[in-house]
């Protein structure tokens, strides 16, 4: 690939256009507005800035990865990208309208891949320009850092996409792993009840947050406790996935937890908006509960 499109400029699109700048390719970074690409851009910068403190990267690759990234808010020039990546807010109906925007810009060779967390890859094909060359390429968050790709397949995906994307991820320096379109992929189907148990174990008052984090965090090892992770992935997308899992597969296993959807309601996101089952306004997360 020598040149991309990451669609949705928030921590996930950020996260793909950095490493893959630093792999040397071009990307246009859109979102709703320019200011929303070039606020991510900024960030980016920032974190190539840190790279090059802690001498993991020269000053002159990181200048040179922030320069390959372009803000956008139109697709009007995308047409000569090898790939598009939509990485946008994990709603159905809004992924559905930029697939339909994007392929009416694109050219008539190029991958359209979605990042999205749960929802299934033949289904989103169907507004796409064609099922062929559409793809799911799941990245963990934070992108940078995590080691690893999903690559799903939908039905009508073909061998050269897959080809294309294995080659793009590989490129990266990521391990890939390969899965079917079924509910939540690999890791999610795992991960995302675990999230929502800490949730109804919350709910019901097993124990505090700081103790549901503790307990887990230590007990298993794990790099954050799950209240705490559920914040960072974002309690929207989280609830999001989780509803994806309990539709597709009408398993009550899946049923969101009561709380979680009433953080939503509230707008508390996690991280991302400031305050979720922890608050981020001071210098250290403090527990809401
Ligand atoms: N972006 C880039 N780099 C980051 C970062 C971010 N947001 N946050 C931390 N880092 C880097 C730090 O700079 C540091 O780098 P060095 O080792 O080079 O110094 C490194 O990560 C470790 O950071 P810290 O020492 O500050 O903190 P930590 O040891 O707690 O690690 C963490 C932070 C890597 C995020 C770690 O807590 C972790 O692995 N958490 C779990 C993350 C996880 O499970 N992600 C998957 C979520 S699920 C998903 O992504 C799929 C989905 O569809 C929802
Ligand atoms: P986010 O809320 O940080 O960012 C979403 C971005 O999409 C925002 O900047 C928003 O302005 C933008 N957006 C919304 N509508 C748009 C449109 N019509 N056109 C262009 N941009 C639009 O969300 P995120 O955590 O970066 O997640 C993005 C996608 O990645 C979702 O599908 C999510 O499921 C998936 N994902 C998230 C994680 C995670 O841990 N957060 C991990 C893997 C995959």
């Known amino acids: 690939m020598q040149s991309i499109t990451v669609i949705g400029a928030g921590q996930m699109g950020a996260g793909i256009a950095q490493v893959s700048a630093h792999a040397g390719m071009k990307v246009l970074l ?9 606020n991510a851009k900024t960030g980016i910068a920032k974190q190539l800035n840190r790279l090059v403190e802690k001498e993991k990267i020269s000053s002159s690759d990181a200048n040179a990865a922030l320069d390959k990234i372009i803000p956008i808010s139109n697709y009007d020039s995308i047409g000569d990208c090898d790939m598009i990546i939509e990485a946008a807010t994990e709603r159905e109906e809004i992924k559905r309208v930029i697939f339909e925007d994007v392929g009416k810009k694109m050219h008539d060779n ?13 289904r989103l ?11 799911g390429v799941h990245f963990f968050n934070p992108v940078p850092i995590m080691g690893l790709i999903e690559i799903i397949r939908g039905l009508a995906t073909s061998d050269d996409t897959v080809a294309r994307v294995t080659a793009y ?28 148990e800490a949730c109804f174990a919350l709910g019901e008052g097993v124990a505090s947050i700081r103790d549901i984090d503790t307990a887990v965090q230590l007990g298993l090892n794990h790099p954050m406790g799950p209240l705490t992770l559920a914040d960072f992935v974002g309690l929207d997308t989280c609830l999001e996935i989780t509803n994806v899992l309990f539709t597709t597969t009408g398993d009550p296993k899946f049923r969101p937890a009561p709380i979680l959807q009433k953080y939503v309601e509230a707008g508390w996101y996690g991280r991302k908006s400031g305050r979720g089952f922890y608050d981020y306004s001071g210098d250290t997360p403090v527990p809401t509960r």
């Open 125 to 135: 094909a169907q507004s796409s320009p064609d099922a062929s060359r559409f793809i």
């Open 30 to 38: 859109a979102d709703r507005t320019v200011e929303i690409a070039e």
């Open 169 to 196: 991820g590989e490129a990266l320096g990521k391990q890939l792993v390969f899965s079917q379109d079924a509910p939540g992929f690999i890791v999610n189907r795992i991960l995302m009840p675990m999230l929502n």
């Open 110 to 122: 190029a991958i359209l891949a979605s990042n999205t967390s749960s929802i299934p890859i033949t």
